[in-house]
């Protein structure tokens, strides 16, 4: 659910601790987030400390597949079909996700930690792009996130 700036997830413990399993994406950005960004009311916690145990290959498969999905959508929202004042916002947005799931998968490996801001470099860079067209952020991002691809998979796999 989403309200304003705040997003909340609503999932049972078990649920939450399969999705740590699964090394899913929104699973790893709240069980990173600084507890001062909890929202703490009405929370049932397991009786045992949630586990994250890394697994790079599945941290590998779970992210490229998530930050794929999401430059995908970006390129299908800005098809003539789809283009909208509203879908074109929303494919930049994805985008910069995929830039920034890549960012959190490399950060995991390296520090055990998330730092929700390191790729906000390229936010303003692609939201305030004034293009509409999927060639357009092709060319100019297709590159990087291709390099950041490669920076996970020598992170995870080790090799390039």
């Known amino acids: 659910?989403?309200?304003?700036?705040?997003?909340?997830?609503?999932?049972?413990?078990?649920?939450?601790?399969?999705?740590?399993?699964?090394?899913h994406v929104t699973a790893l950005e709240c069980y990173f987030l600084e507890p001062?960004?909890?929202?703490s009311e009405n929370i049932v916690h397991?009786?045992?400390?949630?586990?994250?145990?890394?697994d790079k290959a599945?941290?590998?498969e779970s992210l490229i597949e998530k930050?794929?999905?999401?430059?995908v959508k970006?390129?299908?929202?800005?098809?003539?079909?789809?283009?909208?004042?509203?879908n074109i916002r929303k494919a930049k947005k994805a985008i910069w996700h995929a830039f920034r799931i890549l960012s959190f998968g490399s950060q995991?490996?390296?520090?055990?930690?998330?730092?929700?801001?390191?790729?906000?470099?390229?936010?303003?860079?692609i939201m305030n792009d004034p293009a509409e067209d999927w060639e357009h952020y092709e060319t100019k991002w297709r590159t990087?996130?291709?390099?950041?691809?490669?920076?996970?998979?020598?992170?995870?796999?080790g090799t390039e």
């Open 1 to 23: 659910m989403r309200h304003g700036e705040v997003n909340i997830k609503y999932w049972t413990p078990e649920h939450f601790q399969r999705l740590l399993d699964e090394h």
């Open 74 to 86: 970006a390129e299908r929202w800005l098809s003539a079909s789809h283009k909208t004042p509203e």
């Open 46 to 54: 397991p009786p045992e400390p949630w586990k994250f145990e890394l």
């Open 144 to 157: 990087d996130y291709n390099t950041f691809k490669k920076g996970l998979r020598a992170a995870t796999i």
């Open 108 to 125: 995991i490996v390296d520090s055990r930690k998330i730092y929700y801001d390191e790729a906000n470099w390229a936010h303003q860079s």
């Open 58 to 60: 599945k941290l590998y």
């Open 67 to 71: 930050a794929d999905r999401d430059w």
């Open 36 to 39: 001062d960004f909890h929202y």
